[in-house]
């Protein structure tokens, strides 16, 4: 797929008493913007299925995790613009991530892509099948 163009997010939350898989498909996009609604999505289930617990959220991109653990101060504190003056991608994204991490106990935790680690394959599986029914149904 080219990016931009169409895109998948999945996320798998594992919570005290069940496991969640939640998927989308958007038809134009980029693969930051799905990595940012996928991370949000699974906040908001986490935080609706355990309130006020501690979550770990492991992610295999680095622009989510360094986005939320190092860059966003920087960004908030120069009027949500990068070290270059420019406006920060996904503004809308990036600030609804931070409400959201930011009312929650959140460790970040990066994992390497491809590499074995069971849930983030099929989370990877999960936005290939996302990304095949969206072309096949035509959204």
Known sequence: MGNPGPGGW???AVL??????RTGFEKQTTNNRM????VREALKEC????P???????????YVQKGITEWIHSWARN????????????LDLWQELW?????????????????????N???????????????????
């Open 16 to 21: 005290a008493d069940r496991t969640v898989e």
């Open 121 to 139: 394959e099929r989370c990877d599986s999960l936005v290939q099948e996302a990304i095949a029914k969206g072309l096949k149904q035509g959204e």
């Open 35 to 38: 990595e940012l609604v996928a």
């Open 79 to 90: 009027g949500w613009k990068t070290s270059a003056k420019k406006p920060v991608k996904n």
């Open 99 to 119: 409400d959201l991490s930011r009312s929650s106990s959140v460790t970040w935790k990066w994992v390497l892509g491809h590499a074995g680690n069971e849930l």
């Open 52 to 62: 006020g617990a501690p979550i770990t959220l492991s992610t295999d991109s680095q």
């Open 47 to 50: 935080a609706a299925g355990a």
């Open 10 to 12: 999945a996320f798998v």
